[in-house]
């Protein structure tokens, strides 16, 4: 009776998505979640201080020239590359009024002025910013962490992060478990799911994606306050010509910009009264 319950109230987010954004959808989507301990894939041998004014570096490193343990490659150093993080008063009043504070990657940075004016219009909320290109969910943890006893949390946490842990799939349930940790019983975590499918390494890249969403979906049944935003989900129920929602596999085009923010805003107005 749970899973037709929460069957049924998927659908019903996903027509309320269809409306919001002018997309018609109609499937079902189904949680399947297998051994997480296993590999899918065996490879073969803010308000920020400053809007972005350009496309931001790509932050899922592109193939390199061995696979990987994974077969998506290895991730580059992301301390270097390009961030948007608010600055400390902004973090402040954000926390004051109880807004969104917000740890992503290259695909938030580039997305998040469009998030910004969303959320703000549907729920009035405010957004902190902590993007950093190239991050996986581990340093984004640590920058939490900072953040929580720098400024404390208000009641919604947004981790838009998870496309550089293709590269180290097994390393997610920890870092979850860790963000929990941190946020305590309290606050409500929305967390978007993975979709990376790069033209080089489609294969490995949508079983690795795939690995992490499973460990997202396990954890947020173990967390009552941990909520996903499905956007993973969406895809997989809406396949399309390549490059209608993905411009390089990774990074939203327009239209699926506007999607993916969609589910997010709905999912931080669900979690606001939580």
């Known amino acids: 009776m749970r899973n037709s ?24 989507l ?24 350009q496309a931001p570096t790509t932050s899922v490193t592109q193939p390199a020239a061995v696979s990987g343990p994974y077969g998506s490659g290895v991730l580059a150093p992301w301390q270097t590359k390009r961030r948007v993080i608010s600055d400390p008063r902004h973090i402040r009043l954000v926390t004051a009024a109880n807004g969104v504070v917000m740890f992503g990657d290259s695909l938030a940075i580039q997305d998040t002025p469009a998030l910004t004016q969303r959320l703000k219009a549907r729920t009035g909320d405010l957004l902190a910013t902590h ?10 943890a640590d920058a ?12 919604r946490i ?13 390393a997610v349930a920890g870092n979850v478990a860790r963000v929990m940790e941190i946020v305590g019983r309290r606050r409500t975590v929305v967390w978007v799911t993975v979709a990376v499918e790069r ?76």
């Open 5 to 28: 319950v929460g069957a049924t109230r998927r659908t019903v987010l996903i027509g309320a998505i269809a409306a919001a954004v002018g997309t018609s959808l109609g499937c079902e």
């Open 144 to 155: 939490l962490e900072i953040w929580a006893r720098t400024y404390g949390l208000p009641h």
């Open 30 to 53: 189904e949680d399947s979640d297998p051994d997480l301990t296993q590999p899918p894939f065996q490879p073969p041998t803010n308000l920020p201080t400053q809007q972005p004014t």
């Open 131 to 140: 993007n950093w290109a190239g991050h996986p969910s581990g340093p984004a």
């Open 158 to 170: 947004l981790m838009a992060v998870g496309s550089n842990d293709i590269f180290d799939p097994p």
């Open 199 to 274: 033209p080089k390494t489609v294969a490995p890249d949508r079983a690795n994606s795939a690995w992490v969403n499973r460990q997202l979906r396990a954890a947020e049944r173990k967390h009552p306050n941990l909520k996903l935003a499905r956007w993973a989900e969406f895809l997989a129920a809406n396949p399309g010509p390549p490059k209608r929602y993905l411009r390089d596999g990774a990074h939203t085009t327009p239209a699926g910009q506007k999607i993916r923010n969609e589910l997010i805003v709905q999912a931080l107005a669900a979690a606001k009264n939580d």
